[in-house]
């Protein structure tokens, strides 16, 4: 929801959380959507107008009331009262699953109803003001994330915690959010300026951390309410800086001693990464600046959005390798990295410094998707959406990793979200299964379908097309029946409270 009474959000990443949900269930497709009813939604709602800030919106909640008493109030906490609008992603932690964004806050939810349930406050549990709403999962199912502790202790550290998927036998019942641990913590480089980042990547042993020159300015956000300026332009590109890669021992809990750094660039996904012959490899979509954030401003994103929201650069699929041992007596200026199956390049500098140079694999693609039995292992397929110059998917993709070849899904007037791998019943190759991908109809002639395609082949297996207005998605996550407990969540007693915001109808 983009709009509420006269006022009007500036960001696509501003907009009200909506949630929505496919269920398949004997050879049905049931639809649902519902808007996630965060404290930021009612207090809109209720208000007629936004008086929550966001991303790229920054909001003056009493216009009445001296200003000064509100800016006070955030001079005083240097890290402002962030919104609770979970709208990236969907994390399943223990039993429950939650709407996630970048912020402090979670919102439970049912997955079922989509109702909103509790508020969690990630503070409560660990020390972070920001966590990433793309966090790891085990095969027990325990998570693992990041976010960042600003100036806590006269730090600014990026903390790296797991919480488990179940709590020991004596305190069953209890949240396993309370049971987080901090795993490690890596201080940043900057005080005043950590990075930000939309993800990270998992190995068999190591987790992978980019420190990009992307940075948060604190003082800059500290200020923005008086100064009447959004927090995005307190997020700011330094192409001149490097890029840091940390790598942290799972087994020991610390980062590796050696300085590992690549050029100035941008990612936001992780792909995957894995070990192999002593050097680990991470796949990421790079971009070459931070325009990506730009693009959505809304007010790009209007009938000539094809031409205003061209990106500067396009976003790369790079391979990066990184010897784990690095021989302290390799000559200056060799090449670390001996692998048959990559270009990638870890060159030796003076003082034991590693500098990476990445393989180029594949251009156009974000919203990146693998089977996800193959995180931090060795793998073939990414599952994407094809963007070229535009921001907005035309095509969903598979490449292979190993041929470098592709396959591609697309349709005129189709436009596709990220395509989610739902693998076969006892699988055996690592494409036996399906991709599932809400594809939404710029002709208004076509209604919006879920398409389910062969993942192998990349052929249609079936459309489910539902008479609604469905919105483009940005993250999702497939709930098979086996990890669903309906018992343990109550039935919703909410009526559905009228289109666009709850329909339900079996939809073939
Ligand atoms: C509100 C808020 C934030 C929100 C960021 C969001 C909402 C990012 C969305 C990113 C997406 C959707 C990326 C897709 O690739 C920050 C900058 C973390 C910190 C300041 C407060
Ligand atoms: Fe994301």
Redesign the pocket.
Known sequence: MHTVGETRYNHW?DGLALLHSFTIRDGEVYYRSKYLRSDTYNANIEANRIVVS??GTMAYPDPCKNIFSKAFSYLSHTIPD??DNC??NIMKCGEDFYAT???NYMRKINPQTLETLEKVDYRKYVAVN?ATAHPHYDAAGNVLNMGTSIMDKGKTKYVIFKIPATVPEDKKGKNPLKHTEVFCSITSRSLLSPS?Y?SFGVTENYIVFLEQPFK?DILKMSTAYIRGVN?ASC?AFHKEDKTYIHIIDQRTKKPLPTKFYTDAMVV??HVNAYEEDGCLLFDVITYEDSSLYQLFYLANLNQDFEENSRLTSIPTLRRFAVPLNVDKNAEVGSNLIELASTTARALKEKDDQVYCQPELLYEGLELPRINYAHNGKRYRYVFAAEVQWSPIPTKILKYDVLTKSSLKWGQEHCWPAEPLFVPTPDAKDEDDGIILSAIVSTDPQKLPFLLILDAKSFTELARASIDVEMHLD?HGLFIPDTDWDARKQAPSQEEPDGAPDCCEAPQT
Request: no cysteine; net charge negative.
């Open positions: 990443f966001e991303f962030f919104t709208l990236i964004t970048e912020t920001l930000y939309h948060l927090w997020l936001f996904h940005l």
